[in-house]
């Protein structure tokens, strides 16, 4: 124990001494800020277009009294047409009769698959059933778990974000970094042959960067969200977060000899870790091998824990996904040391 | 001087290739290519996801996954279950009176549940009845591809300046530049062999990164005069790194305070009304994202390629040439 406490210490003096505190509250001061400034919400343009042709112009004016954008109704195919090939993400809706039969034309970029060309149809028949006032009597009750749930606004979304990709991921990087300095510092191979172990040398390193990172985390959301969450929870969840990413930091840092070799596949990997945030921002989109890179529970749960979501079970179920995930870095991590860094130079 | 810059060129080439950085430099960007290549298709076509309760009579679930994805479940309970967890997936159960119940855990996209809705309405009341024609105008829907190409040439340009930093400071903290500051070389000169050093193997990789995700059908002279205006801003990093810290643990904060100004503002210009943009004429990155805007975009950028180009080169030029000046002083060269 004596021997961890003395390499802990020995890490913290380090880190201090260059100045690491400095920069991160430098850093913390920045994210704070983005997070204070950005807009509650974002208006979404629509990229939707509509083309009535028909005499009666029955779908203009059941769009106008729905409120759709003025904007968004044009006056000819060729102007839709225009507008789809002025913007890819952009669709067109033209409505005629011919021979007394109704029909829609879809001008649109990109091919779809059959089931989005079935959705359309679908969307575009009862958008007529609707417009020709058919009588739509629903086959289904509709039952909201939670109807009270308030959406959140832009800053509230980006908390979990900057956690889960900037507070996070401090020990993932630094803790290669620190590997770096000792190995042009000669201080591993010092350390070989010292009597403190392996063991000692990966859980100093882990536990400082992880109580850095908690503590990190936890001033941020203090500053941007304020007291009022689950403690225990969060800070649970986001030291084992910060410790797996440690490990598994330690563990890819052996594989190289220099921070220029280490840098590209560290932010490579990185970008992999990101992933998650695209199902995160459109949770409609979550592809298997999605859901199983880390980040994914994380930060679904980092979200779940901050505003009370309640989601039954899910802080226990990534605590255990995210312990199986430690285990299997520390032990990677132990290897690599064990096998890698401590013989390299012999 | 050519003779100067070339042979600290040379110096750093040896180097690179020794320690395997080049190889990492031009690979790992040409990796995250070829995975972004293969995972953009899956993210142009989304399927929409359905639990589905499996007492529901076999022909509905059959119909319905013609519309969308259907993941069986064997009870009310499971379904609420999977409708519960993090993703936006509805579901539908039979109710005890054989009823069809759509269920949504309320925090989904409306469009999501509502398109639940009115599948399962079509396929139990089987209505039908009017004509619908397709017509596809090109054969790209998002610009997804485009915008990855632009932010992975960023990148590159930023990890280029940020290894040349760390072999500034490398070179302070093992005093191999004071080999340098008691030759006749100059700042100048060795600030510009560092720029034609980056300026080589960024171009060279982003050319393999475009060719992988968009292939031919964009300007590639152009993309090598961006990268050259783009060089200063580039290397940027490179020199404040080497300037302002001495160990490589301060390099890394302050490479990771300068990352996300140099990716983001790019980033959150692609979300935000081309009005608003004038937020962001004060920083350089930005501009480069315009140029490459030029390259790869058919919309209209804020401004033509040659004026962004110019503004990206000139501003980065102010700043690194600002920042020589502190770097004379820490480097102790002339």
């Given at each position: 124990m004596k021997k961890f406490f003395t390499l802990l210490m020995q890490e913290l003096k380090i880190i201090y001494r260059n100045h690491f505190v400095w920069f991160t509250l430098f850093l913390l001061a920045a994210m704070v800020i983005v997070v204070w400034l950005l807009p509650s919400e974002i208006e979404h343009k629509n990229s939707n277009f509509f083309y009535d042709a028909t005499q009666s112009k029955m779908l203009e004016s059941r769009l106008v009294s729905a409120g759709?954008?003025?904007?968004n109704i044009v006056g000819s195919i060729e102007e839709i047409e225009e507008i789809i090939k002025d913007d890819r993400s952009n669709v067109g809706i033209m409505l005629e009769i011919i021979d007394g039969e109704a029909k829609f034309t879809v001008v649109y970029n990109g091919k779809l698959l059959p089931q989005e060309e079935k959705m359309i149809i679908a969307g575009l028949q009862r958008m007529y059933d609707e417009i020709t006032g058919s009588e739509i009597v629903p086959v289904f009750e509709m039952e909201t778990i939670r109807p009270e749930f308030k959406p959140l606004t832009i800053s509230e979304i980006s908390i979990p974000f900057v956690l889960t990709y900037e507070t996070i991921v401090l020990g993932y990087l630094f803790v290669a970094v620190m590997v770096f300095l000792e190995k042009q510092e000669g201080s591993i191979r010092v350390y070989r042959v010292s009597p403190s172990g392996i063991l000692n040398y990966i859980l100093a390193k882990s536990i400082l960067w992880m109580v850095l990172s908690v503590i990190y985390s936890a001033l941020l959301v203090i500053l941007?969200?304020?007291?009022?969450?689950n403690w225990a929870q969060l800070l649970l969840l986001l030291g084992i977060s910060s410790l797996f990413m440690t490990l598994f930091g330690l563990f890819v840092s052996t594989?190289?000899?220099s921070i220029s070799e280490w840098l590209f596949v560290a932010i490579g990997i990185l970008i992999l870790f990101s992933f998650p945030q695209i199902s995160y921002l459109?949770?409609?989109?979550?592809?298997r091998w999605i859901t199983l890179i880390p980040t994914y529970p994380i930060i679904f749960t980092v979200k779940d824990i901050i505003f009370d979501?309640?989601?039954?079970g899910a802080f226990l179920k990534t605590m255990g996904i995210l312990s199986i995930y430690t285990v299997v870095a520390f032990v990677l991590a132990y290897i690599a040391v064990n096998r890698k860094l401590m013989r390299e130079g012999r | 001087m050519i003779k100067r810059i070339f042979n600290i060129i040379r110096q750093d080439l040896t180097g690179a290739l020794r320690d395997n950085m080049l190889l990492y430099v031009i690979l790992a960007p040409i990796i995250l290519a070829i995975g972004f290549r293969l995972f953009i298709p899956s993210m142009e076509g989304t399927v929409l996801t359905v639990a589905m309760d499996e007492r529901i009579p076999a022909p509905i679930i059959e119909e319905f996954k013609t519309y969308m994805d259907v993941k069986l479940f064997s009870d009310e309970k499971e379904v609420r279950d999977r409708v519960m967890r993090v993703d936006d997936v509805p579901g539908i159960f039979l109710s005890e009176d054989g009823g069809y119940t759509v269920i949504a855990e309320g925090n989904e996209d409306p469009e999501i549940v509502e398109a639940a809705t009115i599948v399962l309405q079509k396929i139990v009341t089987g209505s039908e009845g009017i004509e619908i024609a397709f017509n596809q105008l090109?054969?790209?829907?998002?610009y997804f591809r485009e915008y990855v190409t632009m932010v992975l040439i960023l990148l590159v340009a930023l990890m280029s300046g940020w290894i040349e930093g760390f072999n500034i400071v490398e070179e302070r903290a093992t005093k191999a530049i004071n080999a340098v500051s008691v030759s006749p070389t100059s700042l100048t000169e060795y600030m510009l062999s560092k720029m034609v050093f980056v300026m080589l193997h960024t171009v060279a990789t982003v050319i393999i990164v475009s060719l992988i995700l968009v292939g031919v059908d964009v300007s590639y002279v152009n993309l090598v005069i961006a990268m050259v205006f783009s060089v200063p801003i580039g290397i940027l990093l490179g020199f404040v790194l080497g300037a302002l810290t001495d160990n490589q643990i301060s390099a890394m904060g302050i490479g990771k305070f300068f990352t996300p100004i140099f990716l983001t503002i790019p980033i959150v210009s692609i979300f935000v009304d081309k009005s608003w943009h004038w937020l962001f004429f004060i920083f350089p990155p930005y501009w480069m994202f315009v140029t490459l805007e030029n390259i790869y975009m058919d919309t209209t950028p804020a401004a033509g390629f040659w004026l962004a180009g110019f503004i990206t080169l000139v501003s980065g030029s102010i700043l690194v040439f600002i920042i020589g000046k502190v770097l004379k002083r820490k480097l102790n060269l002339r």
């Open positions: 759709f954008p003025q904007e941007t969200y304020g007291f009022n969450v594989f190289f000899n459109s949770p409609s989109f979550s592809p979501i309640g989601r039954e | 090109r054969d790209d829907r998002t």
